[in-house]
């Protein structure tokens, strides 16, 4: 994630871009959300460059209606409502070339009205933001603070065999786990979920991160 070592809430980025045009804000933005919409786009059966050209239509559409405050904060994560925008233009992608046989009708006509997110984007969407929230926590924390919770939460591996790889104690190595697990957990809330406590753009700002933790 090109913006991992300078983590900005997802709040921030919004609130930067409903001020105005803000292109650090704008490529933030597209950035952290845009894989899982291409990925959406071509699974759907579209090609890599209309894909690529349904993602950056939805969110551009999402900006403009952010902008015109038709956020739905009821609706509380953020995928929830982009995945409106983009099943919206990859159906007009694939009205355009083509691309929509009967399985693909099927597959929209079964979602139609439930207000329910596509399991397929789903899984797309939080399998990416884990990635960048992991990214995020590794760049923030240093030696055997990583490299404990590496061990143990994406290796798998015994709490005995990783307090002998690092030299510390097991309960050390307890605290250190459970204290990138705390900051993952709260990096996805920051990225999934913007104002969730409420707050209307403006009244957000990002706070320093101790980055030699």
């Not at 061990?151 to 097991?170: F, N």
Request: with cysteine; proline share 2%; charged share 30%.
């Amino acid at each position: 994630m090109d913006d991992a070592a300078a983590w900005i809430t997802t709040s921030t980025v919004l609130e930067r871009l409903a001020s105005g045009a803000d292109e650090d804000a704008w490529g933030t933005f597209v950035r952290r959300f845009r894989g899982p919409l291409v990925g959406y786009g071509e699974r759907r059966g579209l090609s890599a460059s209309d894909a690529e050209d349904a993602a950056q239509e939805a969110l551009a559409a999402f900006v403009e209606a952010f902008r015109a405050g038709r956020f739905e904060r009821e609706r509380g994560r953020l995928s929830h409502w982009l995945y409106g925008f983009v099943a919206n233009a990859v159906r007009r992608a694939q009205a355009r070339t083509g691309k929509q046989d009967a399985q693909q009708l099927s597959h929209w006509s079964a979602l139609e009205g439930t207000g329910e997110v596509d399991p397929e984007f789903e899984e797309r969407w939080e399998r990416e933001v884990l990635r960048q929230c992991l990214d995020s926590a590794r760049a923030e924390f240093r030696g055997s603070t990583w490299r404990v919770f590496e061990a143990l939460a994406l290796e798998g591996r015994a709490v005995d065999e990783v307090a002998a790889e690092t030299g510390l104690s097991r309960n050390a190595v307890y605290i250190a786990k459970h204290r990138v697990l705390a900051r993952v957990e709260a990096l996805i809330a920051e990225c999934e979920t913007p104002f969730a406590n409420g707050a209307a753009p403006g009244a957000l700002r990002d706070t320093p991160r101790d980055a030699a933790r």
